[in-house]
């Protein structure tokens, strides 16, 4: 088997974990990486080492059940490896799906970065449907915890994320938001009366964008509303604390964590395929998961910038940054054992130091 040393050691130089932790995560990156899945079993089964699967299993096993990590170290570490700089735009949003009769719900907080969302802070949430006010205060808390205040420039997200009490903390805190409401809101119109918030923008050409000059009522508080009539007939109407000329343009910024999922479910590593369902044997799997993207998207930029990706006539990329590295580090990770992909190794891993 080839050597898996140099990931081993750059790996000890910035996570806190004695020699046996930090060999099962090497271990394990690259076997995700080269099944591009969180099935356990097919992990397993390419897992480097000379033990048998089922003894690979059983090891994956042990370290979700029992090891415990720190979130907080691994936020810092994701922070320290993607180097982006703040203060950051944050989105706040949420992926869930069924494993048969059980719901998986997942918040996630992540920090707007080139097209997509990196992953920073998540909780597991045991139950259907929305968060709650307390669960979203106590994700963007743990944020200002381990970065400050200061190290937010706004927060985005999509129509689940309102309320009087959530935008009152929000306010109270000193966080700058652009959150997207839903169109029968009540908001003040210029007499003062309290009537839906689509009728503001009824008038509006389709897609061009209105910015009220002043702060409107809404759920009793004075909020900045910023709106736009879609093809589709709906309304994008965005409220904030401050008055914004681009705010819709900014709230827009929140689409990159659903890139963020792709990343994590059908365009990377098939996360809906995991059978997992206690929260904190997840919690950890995304863990793993953040910092296997993490090592995908910086071996991406960094190929970026020797060969730029082709855009293709619509504008867009002809693949993701994330994409690009994933698809380098797996076919380095799947022939470790030729020499001349051993010296790419080596380039990579570099690619994760922190020091």
Same mark, same amino acid.
């Given at each position: 088997?080839?050597?898996?040393?140099?990931?081993?050691?750059?790996?000890?130089?910035?996570?806190?974990?004695?020699?046996?932790?930090?060999?099962? +995560?090497?271990?394990?990156?690259?076997?995700?990486?080269?099944?591009?899945?969180?099935?356990?079993?097919?992990?397993?089964?390419?897992?480097?080492?000379?033990?048998?699967?089922?003894?690979?299993?059983?090891?994956?096993?042990?370290?979700?059940?029992?090891?415990?990590?720190?979130? &907080?170290?691994?936020?810092?570490?994701?922070?320290?490896?993607?180097?982006?700089?703040?203060?950051?735009?944050?989105?706040?949003?949420?992926?869930?799906?069924?494993?048969?009769?059980?719901? +998986?719900?997942?918040? $996630?907080?992540?920090?707007?970065?080139?097209?997509?969302?990196?992953?920073?802070?998540?909780?597991?949430?045991?139950?259907?449907?929305?968060?709650?006010?307390?669960?979203?205060?106590?994700?963007?808390?743990?944020?200002?915890?381990?970065?400050?205040?200061?190290?937010?420039?706004?927060?985005?997200?999509?129509?689940?994320?309102?309320?009087?009490?959530?935008?009152?903390?929000?306010?109270?805190?000193?966080?700058?938001?652009?959150?997207?409401?839903?169109?029968?809101?009540?908001?003040?119109?210029?007499?003062?009366?309290?009537?839906?918030?689509?009728?503001?923008?009824?008038?509006?050409?389709?897609?061009?964008?209105?910015?009220?000059?002043?702060?409107?009522? /809404?759920?009793?508080?004075?909020?900045?509303?910023?709106?736009?009539?879609?093809?589709?007939?709906?309304?994008?109407?965005?409220?904030?604390?401050?008055?914004?000329?681009?705010?819709?343009?900014?709230?827009?910024?929140?689409?990159?964590?659903?890139?963020?999922?792709? /990343?994590?479910?059908?365009?990377?590593?098939?996360?809906?395929?995991?059978?997992?369902?206690?929260?904190?044997?997840?919690?950890?799997?995304?863990?793993?998961?953040?910092?296997?993207?993490?090592? &995908?998207? $910086?071996?991406?930029?960094? +190929?970026?910038? %020797?060969?730029?990706?082709?855009?293709?006539?619509?504008?867009?990329? &002809?693949?993701?940054?994330?994409?690009?590295?994933?698809?380098?580090?797996?076919?380095?990770? /799947?022939?470790?054992?030729?020499?001349?992909? %051993?010296?790419?190794?080596?380039? $990579?891993?570099?690619?994760?130091? /922190?020091?």
């Amino acid at each position: 088997m080839a050597s898996i040393r140099p990931l081993e050691r750059t790996l000890a130089e910035n996570i806190d974990w004695n020699k046996a932790r930090i060999n099962f +995560l090497a271990k394990f990156l690259i076997a995700l990486i080269q099944v591009c899945s969180v099935n356990l079993s097919e992990i397993a089964s390419v897992f480097p080492g000379r033990a048998k699967e089922e003894s690979h299993y059983k090891r994956i096993q042990r370290f979700l059940r029992f090891f415990e990590i720190s979130y &907080a170290m691994i936020a810092v570490l994701i922070v320290s490896l993607m180097g982006v700089p703040s203060p950051w735009v944050l989105t706040l949003d949420r992926t869930n799906w069924q494993l048969g009769k059980t719901p +998986l719900n997942i918040l $996630v907080l992540g920090i707007v970065y080139k097209g997509v969302a990196i992953p920073v802070l998540w909780t597991i949430l045991d139950k259907k449907g929305n968060s709650n006010t307390d669960e979203r205060k106590a994700i963007v808390c743990q944020l200002m915890g381990l970065f400050g205040a200061g190290s937010i420039l706004y927060l985005t997200a999509d129509r689940e994320f309102i309320g009087k009490a959530w935008f009152k903390w929000l306010i109270a805190n000193g966080i700058d938001f652009r959150i997207r409401i839903r169109e029968n809101t009540l908001i003040a119109n210029g007499r003062g009366q309290l009537v839906g918030a689509k009728r503001l923008f009824r008038a509006l050409t389709v897609n061009k964008p209105l910015v009220f000059e002043k702060a409107r009522s /809404c759920w009793g508080l004075e909020l900045w509303v910023s709106g736009m009539r879609l093809a589709s007939g709906e309304y994008l109407i965005v409220v904030g604390p401050n008055y914004t000329a681009t705010a819709i343009e900014d709230y827009a910024k929140r689409w990159e964590i659903e890139t963020l999922f792709g /990343c994590l479910k059908s365009r990377g590593f098939q996360l809906e395929e995991t059978l997992l369902i206690d929260p904190e044997r997840l919690k950890k799997l995304i863990a793993l998961l953040a910092l296997a993207f993490c090592w &995908a998207h $910086v071996v991406g930029e960094w +190929l970026s910038r %020797q060969k730029p990706l082709k855009t293709k006539k619509h504008g867009r990329l &002809a693949k993701s940054i994330f994409r690009y590295g994933l698809n380098h580090l797996r076919r380095i990770l /799947c022939n470790l054992s030729d020499r001349f992909q %051993q010296i790419a190794f080596r380039q $990579v891993v570099q690619l994760l130091s /922190c020091t």
